[in-house]
């Protein structure tokens, strides 16, 4: 950390916390009726008899795991009561529980406008053997804050209750007179730890806050010193990251990292807990001084460390439990406090650090922006480093041979987050794109182009980057209509620059045709040659082609229709863009893909092709539609007959009504003719094992193997080779999916290949007549529907 956030963290670290993360006292028991259904009246302390009753009533708790709520003895082995089968006497009892209540808020930090409230959640019984692995409670409201946990009298060993917060430790027994009282933060990690004898009987509660958590009148014993230290901060250029690094700017914003966890829904400045509170507090006066926005935010952060294996845990979380762990002797003192990861692994370093804002709240807001802005490392500091919370997910990498080993965290933390109120527009507009263009279009539409302008200059910089991390849809959309608005040529093409044509939206066809009016023809060719330029006709294809499939026609079409005469020409132009990338992405597909993926992987481009042909006719590009229906009927064997039928049933299925426009006829007539000819040569002879396939390779070995495979009267062929040799025979077998068994017999050198054609020589030739006849009976259903006379040699 920079010098100037480390003084900036150390002046809000003594600040320090006005209470503790967990209190604990006692109240009468007589303070307390309670009945539960099915067993009766409870009476204390409770006796074995009693507690066995109430297992009997009750039911297998189970545990939250992210979204999700599962049953799993290994991490939560104790019985459950819910609050439905539960009666209290609430008069007599809140005469004892108010006061309580009252006592936790001072404990907890809690200013006197802060009022608790305690909502019943559940009965716990826990039984011999019985635990909870350490674990977080998850807020079940937007107001609740911590959980409260009543301890009703009863004898037991073990079954100690561990709260923690970051570096600090509490462990909490029970009493067999008196009703024990816990309360403690929602986001402190707690275990319950095996229960030796006797059972462990409480009511969990779940602890509201109404009216504010932050005391008015916060401290301000040091506004005066951080004012300074902020200031200072804004106006000093970021330290260089490598010795040949130029000076760089001012930093752009100040994000302090708080101790507590917060959820998107539960955070609210109102709602902060303890420290976190107060430190904010003072974070606010600074901001009100030097004119700064401040927010409040949930950010990611990602941390890499090096470490040693020391293999030392096993099970749940940092804690696992084994039967017969003896509670009673451990001693808290003696713990060993070094960095570890969940799975043992000791870390060492921190190698590389990343903080990233996903959600923040402004003043006086209950709801939660949705954002997504990187965090430079000069910007932020904290009193607690992330090592030190507990993360959500972490990897492990072993030796590579290049780097040691590797342990890596993911952490969910808030954050208080504050910069220069005249900075406002492009800190924002980094951290939300669509914000931005939302403003500048506001500023447009209010007739100050100048000013619009202005700020658009001001975001170019950045764009291309934060563009890239909006994963929201709308935004291009937003985006072109802000372009078509902007009516200056080279800044709306650095903004629209970043986007990628397969982020055209059916309701976006519509801008570019505006576009094509705004700014002519060669303005919007040069405009989509950039979104295609890193279309790989060979890399993630899929998302072309659903684009191909779904919005190419309806971009036509608005293009068609659009003012100035050269829309169909432009369309004609993206077309031909357009098929040049499919015409190669078959070829591709034709000479890489493995034989057990080519024909499905072809069958997908089928949709695609009937969409352009489509766009051809309403682009009144009839050559184009010639050229590809040509290249579709060719007499190339390495097309799959299942490509021109795909096209042919998706037109039947989605096209019905404008089938006579389209043009399909040949390739009708063409597949007819094909399947018809194929059903022609008749099926294969039972003792007849040839296998006619193409081998792509020209060695003499796949020579070789090529004269075994036509040979119709061998099934079985022994063949002596090198190691080598035969791994490239295996390699060619399994490529192109051959009928074929390819064992190695290890006798002799060098050893034999021994290779075996399989029953499914025939059952592929079944397969494939049957699959032909059925196409030649649809296509002979459909013959008028295409306007075809069928042609059937059968």
């Given amino acids: ?49 009693a507690a066995r009753k109430l297992c009997a009533a009750a039911r297998p708790a189970r545990h939250g795991f992210k979204d999700q709520t599962r049953l799993d003895s290994k991490v939560r082995d104790t019985w459950e009561i819910p609050k439905s089968r539960i009666s209290i006497d609430q008069r007599r009892w809140k005469k004892a529980l108010g006061p309580a209540l009252e006592q936790i808020r001072s404990k907890l930090g809690l200013p006197e406008t802060c009022r608790l409230k305690a909502e019943l959640h559940n009965l716990l019984v826990y039984a011999p053997g019985q635990f909870f692995v350490t674990h977080q409670d998850s807020e079940k409201a937007d107001d609740m804050i911590g959980t ?25 027994g029970g009493s067999d007179t008196k009703l024990t009282l816990i309360a403690f933060y929602a986001d402190c990690r707690h275990e319950v730890r095996p229960i030796r004898q006797g059972h462990r009987i409480v009511l969990t509660y779940n602890l509201i806050a109404e009216g504010g958590t932050v005391a008015a009148g916060s401290p301000e014993m040091r506004a005066d010193v951080l004012t300074e230290l902020v200031r200072d901060f804004f106006e000093t250029p ?46 606010q006066e600074v901001a009100r001084r030097l004119d700064c926005e401040i927010l409040l935010a949930l950010t990611d952060v990602h941390e890499t460390w090096t470490c040693e294996d020391d293999d030392y845990g096993y099970g749940y979380g940092r804690r696992r439990w084994a039967w017969g762990y003896d509670d009673e002797d451990d001693d808290d003192e003696s713990e060993d406090h070094s960095q570890s990861d969940e799975n043992g692994h000791e870390l060492i370093e921190l190698v590389d650090g990343s903080v990233e804002l996903r959600h923040w709240v402004g003043p006086g807001s209950r709801r939660a922006e949705a954002i997504a802005a990187r965090v430079d490392d000069a910007e932020v500091c904290y009193t607690k480093p992330s090592v030190d919370c507990e993360p959500f997910e972490s990897g492990y990498e072993g030796f590579t041979g290049n780097a040691g080993n590797t342990v890596d965290r993911w952490y969910h933390r808030a954050a208080v987050v504050l910069w220069p109120r005249e900075r406002n527009f492009v800190i924002r507009a980094k951290a939300s794109p669509r914000w931005a263009v939302g403003e500048i279009g506001k500023t447009l539409r209010a007739g100050k182009t100048e000013q619009a302008l202005d700020q658009m200059r001001r975001v170019l910089p950045f764009w291309p980057q934060v563009v890239g991390r909006d994963d929201k849809s709308g935004l291009m959309e937003k985006t072109l209509r802000l372009a078509v608005e902007l009516g200056d040529a080279a800044v709306a093409a650095e903004l629209l620059a970043p986007f990628r044509l397969k982020g055209v939206t059916l309701k976006a066809a519509p801008l570019v045709a505006r576009l094509l009016d705004r700014y002519g023809n060669a303005w919007c060719r040069k405009l989509v040659l950039g979104w295609t330029s890193e279309e790989r006709f060979y890399e993630l294809p899929e998302e072309v082609l659903k684009w191909l499939g779904s919005a190419l026609p309806a971009l036509s079409r608005a293009l068609c229709g659009a003012t100035p005469s050269d829309g169909p020409a432009f369309a004609r132009w993206l077309l031909e863009n357009r098929w040049a990338w499919t015409e190669e992405h078959i070829k591709w597909v034709q000479k890489n893909a493995e034989a057990r993926e080519f024909t499905k992987t072809l069958a997908r481009v089928s949709v695609p092709l009937l969409a352009t042909i489509e766009s051809c006719t309403i682009a009144k590009h009839a050559d184009l539609r010639d050229r590809m229906i040509a290249f579709l009927v060719a007499d190339a064997d390495d097309l799959p007959v299942q490509l021109p039928l795909g096209l042919l049933r998706a037109a039947h299925r989605d096209r019905r009504e404008a089938l006579p426009d389209l043009g399909l006829l040949p390739l009708h007539e063409h597949s007819a003719r094909m399947l018809a000819t194929r059903l022609a040569v008749p099926a294969r002879a039972p003792d007849d094992w040839s296998i006619k396939t193409a081998l792509r390779c020209s060695c003499k070995l796949c020579a070789t193997l090529s004269r075994f495979l036509r040979a119709s009267s061998e099934s079985r062929f022994e063949w002596p080779l090198a190691k080598e040799h035969r791994k490239h025979v295996h390699r060619v077998i399994d490529s192109r999916d051959l009928p074929l068994l390819h064992k190695t017999r290890r006798t002799g050198r060098p050893f034999t290949l021994v290779l075996e054609k399989t029953a499914a020589v025939f059952e592929r030739d079944a397969s494939e007549r049957t699959f032909w006849a059925g196409e030649i009976e649809w296509l002979e259903k459909t013959t008028a529907a295409f306007g075809s006379e069928f042609v059937s040699k059968r």
């Avoid at 003084?7 to 809000?12: A, K, T």
């Avoid at 009766?40 to 302390?45: D, Q, T």
């Avoid at 009543?150 to 209750?161: A, I, M, R």
């Avoid at 101790?259 to 507090?281: F, P, S, V």
């Fill in 238 to 283: 970021m330290p260089p990251r490598w010795s040949t690094d130029r000076s760089r700017e001012p930093p752009d914003r100040l994000v302090y990292l708080l101790d507590h966890e917060y959820t998107q829904r539960g955070l609210a400045w109102n709602r902060l807990k303890n420290a976190d509170a107060a430190r904010a507090a003072a974070l």
């Fill in 1 to 49: 950390m920079h010098f100037a956030l480390e003084e900036i963290s150390r002046q809000l670290a003594a600040i320090g916390a006005p209470g503790s993360f967990a209190t604990q006292s006692t109240v009468a028991a007589d303070d307390l009726h309670l009945e539960v259904k099915g067993v009766g009246r409870v009476r204390f302390p409770v006796s074995a008899a």
């Fill in 148 to 172: 409260l946990v009543v301890s009703l009298p009863s004898k037991f060993t073990g079954g100690s209750f561990v709260i923690e917060h970051h570096d600090e430790k509490r462990r909490i």
